[in-house]
């Protein structure tokens, strides 16, 4: 079975903290995925990676950035948090254009 | 820019229904969609996935259909338990958008006892 971990499930962090949500696969995927989820807004893609250090940017980059250093580990990056960039956070990877696995997210709140 | 709909956004039906979900696509140059569900405050659970060249995908009592032509596809619950109350996603892989997912808002399911 493919397992997606995020880091925490809850996290906390006030406006200005430089935040980092990690993930890790331990299926040897080329592809990793951040998702943010925002109710009424569905799912939509921050960043993702098809290879170590290869990087391109989704939908809604602004305010975020990643770091992809080895295969099975991808992160998510805010800078300078600020409240807007509260939301449910999710990971994902996948094996070239195949099925997509999910963690099982991470709800961020920031005061 | 593709576009996923999914009706209805919210459903409730008593235990033992068969029922469908709905999703349509405004860019039918897919290269597989798939269907997810989702617990409240969880990750997204892969159910069924469809290759563009495939018409319907069957796992238990999920069964999946793709018309691509059109634009549309249903999952199928035979049965329903109260167990399958979650909200639902479909997602469709766009060709040529490097295995990026376009996703519908989903619907919530409920059933009944």
Request: glycine share 8%.
């Amino acid at each position: 079975d493919v397992k997606v971990t995020q880091s925490s499930r809850y996290l906390v962090k006030r406006t200005g903290e430089k935040v980092f949500l990690e993930c890790v696969q331990d299926m040897d995927h080329e592809n990793m995925f951040w998702y943010r989820q925002d109710p009424g807004l569905g799912l939509r893609l921050i960043y993702f990676s098809y290879d170590v250090k290869m990087k391109e940017k989704g939908d809604i980059p602004e305010g975020y950035s990643v770091s992809r250093e080895k295969k099975e580990r991808f992160s998510l990056i805010l800078e300078s948090a600020s409240t807007n960039q509260t939301s449910m956070y999710l990971c994902a990877s996948s094996l070239s254009w195949d099925e997509q696995y999910f963690g099982p997210g991470t709800r961020l709140t920031v005061t | 820019k593709q576009e996923v709909t999914q009706i209805p956004a919210a459903l409730s039906v008593p235990e033992g229904e068969n029922l469908v979900l709905n999703c349509s696509f405004t860019d039918s140059a897919i290269y597989n969609l798939q269907w997810f569900r989702q617990d409240p405050g969880k990750g997204l659970t892969s159910l069924l996935l469809i290759q563009s060249s495939q018409r319907e995908q069957t796992s238990g009592r999920l069964n999946a259909s793709l018309d691509k032509s059109s634009g549309r596809s249903t999952l199928y619950i035979a049965a329903s338990q109260p167990g399958d109350s979650a909200t639902y996603l479909c997602a469709v892989n766009g060709a040529g958008t490097a295995s990026k997912l376009t996703f519908g808002t989903g619907t919530r399911l409920q059933v009944t006892l």
